[in-house]
């Protein structure tokens, strides 16, 4: 199966800063990932699939970037609202595989 | 826009079958794919499997043996069946839609006990 290597596994940001998250796959899986946000006691809500292409009602601070192996989540401007943990996930095989979260707290 | 809701036994005694249904609303349950992912207290995304809407699988090769999907299309309705529980398969349980998950449900705590 695929791996996915999220990192970091914690990330200290304040308000207002841009954050970069990481997600690796063990092989390539073209354009097939996906991002989700996780709060807590909330179920995961689709941010990013495609790798770059936001869903739908997701704010222009999320963006994706990458292909093949190496993917990257960006917030460009980090609000209070999006203190979580976010999910990559690719589905370009079976099985379907998440890598292990990041979770972004309030530095 | 489709609302998604699991239901099902919360306790479930170790060894015995776990059975958890996923009713959909607000829009077709045909020509779209539904999953079921798990996720441990405090842990990650675990996908268990899914099936399309006309009945064929696909399934988590570390479960494979112990799960069962299956959708009825009148009634709205996606199911799943775990057998031989162990105090591992403790987890919210999700039902979501598409090939990325673009709909999830709330979850469903399962717990494994005697």
């Known amino acids: 199966e695929i791996v996915m290597t999220q990192s970091p596994a914690t990330l200290s940001v304040s308000r207002g800063e841009r954050v970069t998250l990481s997600c690796r796959a063990s092989?390539?899986?073209?354009?097939?990932l996906a991002w989700y946000q996780q709060k807590p006691g909330q179920a995961p809500r689709l941010l990013i699939y495609?790798?770059?292409t936001r869903a739908t009602g997701i704010s222009a601070r999320f963006s994706g970037s990458g292909s093949g192996t190496e993917f990257t989540l960006t917030i460009s401007s980090l609000q209070s609202e999006d203190f979580a943990v976010y999910h990559c996930q690719q589905y370009n095989d079976w099985p379907r595989t998440f890598g292990q979260g990041t979770k972004v707290e309030i530095k | 826009q489709v609302q998604l809701q699991e239901s099902g036994p919360g306790l479930v005694k170790p060894s015995e079958t776990l059975s958890l249904i996923c009713i959909v609303s607000?829009?077709?349950?045909?020509?779209?794919?539904w999953s079921w992912i798990r996720q441990p207290p405090g842990k990650g995304l675990e996908w268990i499997g899914g099936i399309h809407y006309s009945g064929s699988t696909n399934y988590n090769l570390s479960l494979k043996s112990r799960v069962t999907m299956s959708v009825d299309t009148s009634k709205r309705q996606v199911f799943l069946r775990l057998t031989s529980v162990t105090t591992a398969d403790m987890a919210i349980y999700y039902c979501t839609s598409g090939h990325w998950f673009d709909r999830w449900g709330q979850g469903t705590l399962v717990t494994v006990s005697s």
């Open positions: 092989q390539s899986v073209s354009s097939n």
């Open positions: 495609g790798a770059s």
């Open positions: 607000g829009d077709s349950i045909s020509d779209n794919y």
